[in-house]
C-alpha cells in the first residue's frame, strides 16, 4: 500500500506545464491549496523548498514563486530562496473582467502585486 504524499509546488509545476488550459491550471492550483491547507505546520516547509521546474509559461512560473512566498509568510515563515528573483516585466490579472481586475488591484495579496500579479485574495481561499 502506497503512503498518502500531498503535492508540493514542484509536482504542481509538472501538473501546469502538461495541462492545456488555464481553468484547468487554476483547478489543479485550488488541489494544490487544499491539499497544503490540510498538510501539519512543520510538514508544509517541505512542500514549497524544491525550485519548481519551468512550466513552459513565465506567468505561471512567477505565480509559483508568488504562491510560495504568500504561504510561507500565512504560516510566519520567509519565502523560499528561489522565489525571490522571479518577476513578471508586464501586469498579468488573471482573471480578466472589469470587477476582477478593480478587485484585484485593491486586494491583491503583497507576493503577487510585488511580481506583476494581480489576484483577488478570494481566488486563493482554497487555503
Partial sequence: MTEYRAMTLAGLAGHLRRADDDR??????????EEYRHEPLGERV??????????????????????AEHLAARDDRGAPVWAQSRHLRQFWFPFDTWAARADALVHS???????????????LEVA
Avoid at 24 to 32: D, G, I, M, N, P
Avoid at 60 to 66: E, F, K
Avoid at 109 to 123: L, S, T
Fill in 109 to 123: 495579496p503583497a507576493a503577487f502585486r510585488k511580481r506583476g500579479i494581480f489576484v483577488a485574495p478570494q481566488e
Fill in 24 to 33: 484547468l491550471r487554476w483547478r489543479l492550483v485550488a488541489e494544490f491549496l
Fill in 46 to 67: 517541505g512542500l514549497l523548498a524544491d525550485e519548481p521546474r519551468s512550466t513552459s509559461d513565465p506567468r505561471w512560473d512567477v505565480l509559483l514563486a508568488a504562491l
